[in-house]
Each structure stands twice: as C-alpha cells, then as structure tokens.
C-alpha cells in the first residue's frame, strides 16, 4: 500500500466536488460483480456523463504528473475513475474488486486500486476504507485530496457512514509489472535511488533499475 498525500490541490478538490454536486447520481450496485452487489448500498456518478469526464481529466491529470503514483504503479492502463457518494447508513461490505474491466472493446486487467479521498474526514463519521492485508487490518481515512494505492486483489471494505457526506473516486490501474513482489522490489529500489543524489553508485543502481524493469515489464502475477 502507498499513500499519495496532496495528489489534488485543494483548488482541484474545490473544483472536482463542484463538478460532480448535481450529478447525475445513479445506484453504486449497478457496476458492482454479482456478489458485490448485495454488499454495496451507495450512489455513483453516472459513467458516461460530462460530469465524469471533466472531473476524471482533473484526476488524470493529478496522476501523471505524480511521481509517487507513477513509480509505486508503474501503470500501463488507467481507468477513468469512478466517483462514488455515501449517505448516512449506507456502506460497501466486504469485497474483492473485480479482475477485469471493460475498456472501450477491450478488456483490461485491475492490479492496483486508488481511493482518492474528496471529503475532509472531520466533515463525516464512520466511512473509513478498511483493507485487509494478509493477518492485518488497515484503517484509512485520509485527507481530501490525498490517495492510497492498494493491491486490487484485497479484501476491502468501506464502513457506514454514520453522518454527514463521503466523497470520493476509485481508480484501477493495470501495471507494467502485474508481480506485486516484483513492483516492490522497484519501489524500493527506486527510493534508494532517489536518497543517494549525486552518489556515484546511484548511476549503476539506475542501471539496475532500469535492467530489471525491462525483464519484468509485461509479467503477471504468480
């Protein structure tokens, strides 16, 4: 998992929840897989509607110029993304997110989620994205504007709301590297190259890097 903080200015997340305010807003079931949807009691921005696309290009754009996002996904295909609204009581239960999504005529794999937070969090209670990892739980609740990217494989969850109003988008990314293992190894390393600076060895662990990616770019999950 990966927090991006500050993905969105506040300006973009001012601008975004303008955008998406009158909707047109539609049963968050309707794009849920077929056990998900008895899990699933929200409202979501309607996918092909000017309201979508104008707020996901803000989103897009916020993506591609982050470093962050692009070194811990290393993404070959994003998403538009999915802008999702819960009320008092409603939730989403436990779930995996689909391995598949339709894209224009094709098909494309979901290695990687993004919740992207678009609510202050005092401004709602309950509403945390819980994420199960392995024997632990991770409770998140983050700031407007910030993300967090999470292996889309999890089992997650979003509690119910107990007042006020969450925001948010979710994006799915298929990455180069589809071997989770694989795609740490690199953010690591990565980060390890960006501490050394100027350090000599930071040209030969670029090489490294680079060396790597090209044999892994393109694998799947083991």
């Known amino acids: 998992m990966q927090v991006i903080a500050e993905l969105l200015t506040p300006d973009e997340v001012a601008r ?3 955008i998406i305010a009158a909707g047109p807003w539609e049963a968050g079931a309707a794009t849920a897989g077929h056990l998900a949807q008895r899990a699933k009691a929200n ?18 754009a916020a993506l ?12 070959r295909t994003v998403l538009p993304p999915l802008f999702s609204r819960y009320a008092p009581g409603e939730a989403y239960g436990p ?14 794999r979901t290695d990687l989620s993004v919740t992207l937070f678009l609510s202050p969090p005092e401004s709602y209670e309950g509403g945390a994205l819980l994420i199960a990892d392995g024997a632990a739980s991770h409770r998140v609740k983050l700031p407007a504007g910030t993300a967090i990217l999470y292996p889309a494989d999890t089992i997650h969850q979003v509690e119910p709301v107990g007042a006020g109003e969450r925001l948010a988008a979710v994006i799915w990314v298929e990455s180069l590297v589809g ?21 000599p060895s930071a040209l030969r662990l670029t090489g490294i890097y680079h060396n790597l990616l090209r044999r892994w770019a393109g694998s799947r999950a083991p």
């Open 179 to 199: 071997d989770a293992a694989a795609r740490r190894i690199l953010l690591e390393l990565d980060g390890a190259v960006q501490q050394l600076g100027d350090h």
């Open 16 to 18: 975004i929840r303008a």
């Open 95 to 108: 779930h995996v997110d689909n391995a598949l999504r339709r894209s224009g005529s094709g098909w494309v």
């Open 64 to 75: 591609d110029r982050s470093p962050a996002f692009l070194a811990a996904a290393l993404p």
């Open 43 to 60: 409202a979501q921005l309607a996918a092909a509607s000017p309201a979508a696309a104008d707020a996901g290009a803000i989103v897009r």
